[in-house]
T-cell receptor
Framework: GQNIDQPTEMTATEGAIVQINCTYQ??????LFWYQQHAGEAPTFLSY????GLEEKGRFSSFLSRSKGYSYLLLKELQMKDSASYLC???????????FGAGTQVVVTP | DVKVTQSSRYLVKRTGEKVFLECVQD?????MFWYRQDPGLGLRLIYF???????EKGDIPEGYSVSREKKERFSLILESASTNQTSMYLC?????????????FGPGTRLTVT
């Protein structure tokens, strides 16, 4: 079966760093996505990892280890606007089908 | 900018009604997807389509059907709406040809079945 696990909720202070972990066991793996979703809005793309290693994009970085079935999203210099749900998703075929985790709600406090 | 639009933001229907949710994308994407999103369960795939006239069942197709008569339009149909289909429905599209698998999402339709 397909299994993608991420924590339900994380709380951090403005200016701090938060790391959201995602572990997966899927029947196929062609890459891993992270999406951000603010309440009442559509998910928006943050990152896509195909190869092992760290991809940095401004305040956000994403890491992948295919051998361990593990990824994390690192949010640095947290801002209040980063309060949102973060979705981990595995690309399970070569056509574009995604399997999503349940999402991690990040709450940023002043 | 890629744009995915959905016919309604909010919809209230009665049990037993036939419900149509429409999704249109303007980027000539081959792939289109329908998800439902429920608290604690994340996005679950209902149906997807890799080309016109093609459709594939996702993880939770029961109680739903789809139609893709034109490349830009993907419709989700609830043949006989039930209260357990109350949910947020999200449509997405993506391209295969460029190797960019990013899915672009519509704003969602919050459906309430009473």
């Amino acid at each position: 079966g397909q299994n993608i696990d991420q924590p339900t909720e994380m709380t951090a202070t403005e200016g701090a760093i938060v790391q959201i972990n995602c572990t997966y066991q899927t029947s196929g793996f062609n890459g891993l996505f992270w999406y951000q979703q603010h309440a009442g809005e559509a998910p928006t793309f943050l990152s896509y990892n195909v190869l092992d290693g760290l991809e940095e994009k401004g305040r956000f970085s994403s890491f992948l280890s295919r051998s361990k079935g593990y990824s994390y999203l690192l949010l640095k210099e947290l801002q209040m606007k980063d309060s949102a749900s973060y979705l981990c998703a595995v690309l399970t075929d070569s056509w574009g089908k995604l399997q999503f985790g349940a999402g991690t709600q990040v709450v940023v406090t002043p | 900018d890629v744009k995915v639009t959905q016919s309604s933001r909010y919809l209230v229907k009665r049990t037993g009604e036939k419900v149509f949710l429409e999704c249109v994308q303007d980027m000539d994407h081959e792939n289109m997807f329908w998800y439902r999103q429920d608290p604690g369960l994340g996005l679950r795939l209902i149906y997807f389509s890799y080309d016109v006239k093609m459709k594939e069942k996702g993880d939770i197709p029961e109680g739903y059907s789809v139609s893709r008569e034109k490349k830009e339009r993907f419709s989700l149909i609830l043949e006989s709406a039930s209260t357990n289909q109350t949910s947020m429905y999200l449509c997405a599209s993506s391209s295969t040809g460029t190797g960019d698998y990013e899915q672009y999402f519509g704003p969602g339709t919050r459906l309430t079945v009473t």
